[in-house]
């Protein structure tokens, strides 16, 4: 673990905890430290990409944006867990509904991640690699869900390299039963599989593509008060 300060986290290996969770959004990160976590410190704020390490129920536990698509989580999932010494990333999403079943807030536990995406072709495992999420961290989602009353559905995940699908494609992913789009989940799995780690994402519904129910910017940012809480309880049961 030499290989820090990094291009994109100024940071060192002690100031993360070994579990972070991981919003795409930078103020979703700094609104979690802020409001749940005790004594947040700002850890790293290279590009705006807010970092922060903290205590929840007296656990130490950090929050670290991705930003968007599977570039980005990319790099911030491989410099934590190569070079600065983290086990666990809890990715803390929203995403669109591919089922009817799913309204706004519910929470998808992504044991799966498809993609349209090219990341793994690095691991020279074309179209055999299958990026799946850690079953300790699952699990102990599945607990948290189940103790909070918490509606939520395990299963498949569909990590989008496009938001702005020219071919409108991405419904024929809900005929194969993937419950929700989203960008990241896929690129975050094969990172952590790569290290050794372990990795999760847990979305909050916060559009359908198959019913006509949408969040706006603000909602995402700030009401996903059951997905923030889920995520940090399962920080602290792992
Ligand atoms: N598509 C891709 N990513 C998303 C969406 C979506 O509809 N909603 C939230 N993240």
């Given at each position: 673990m030499s290989n820090y300060p990094t291009p994109h986290i100024d940071a060192a290996p002690g100031d993360f905890a070994p579990t972070v969770?991981?919003?795409g959004d930078p103020m979703r990160s700094k609104h979690i430290a802020l409001n749940y976590l005790d004594g947040a410190e700002l850890v790293n704020?290279?590009?705006g990409v807010q970092g922060y390490t903290?205590?929840?129920?007296?656990?130490?536990?950090?929050?670290m944006a991705s930003g968007m698509g599977q570039p980005a989580v990319g790099i911030y999932s491989y410099e934590l867990f190569n070079f600065f010494g983290v086990e666990n990333i809890i990715r803390v999403g929203s995403c669109g509904s591919l089922s009817p079943d799913l309204h706004l807030r519910d929470i998808i536990l992504a044991m799966g991640a498809c993609t349209n995406g090219n990341f793994a072709s690095q691991y020279e495992l074309p179209g055999t690699f299958c990026p799946?999420?850690?079953f300790g961290l699952l699990c102990a989602a599945v607990k948290s869900c189940e103790e909070a009353g918490i509606r939520y559905k395990v299963g498949n995940i569909l990590a989008s390299d496009v938001f702005y699908d020219d071919s409108a494609s991405t419904l024929k992913w809900a005929k194969m039963g993937v419950l929700g789009v989203?960008?990241?989940?896929?690129?975050?799995y094969c990172t952590a599989a790569r290290a050794g780690k372990r990795a999760l994402s847990i979305c909050a519904v916060s559009d359908s593509l198959v019913n006509d129910e949408s969040m706006t910017a603000d909602?995402?940012?700030r009401n996903l008060t059951e997905l923030f809480s889920v995520s940090l309880e399962t920080a602290i049961r792992i």
């Open positions: 969770l991981m919003p704020d290279v590009r903290g205590y929840y129920k007296g656990k130490r536990v950090s929050v799946t999420a850690d989203e960008m990241e989940s896929a690129a975050l909602e995402r940012e």
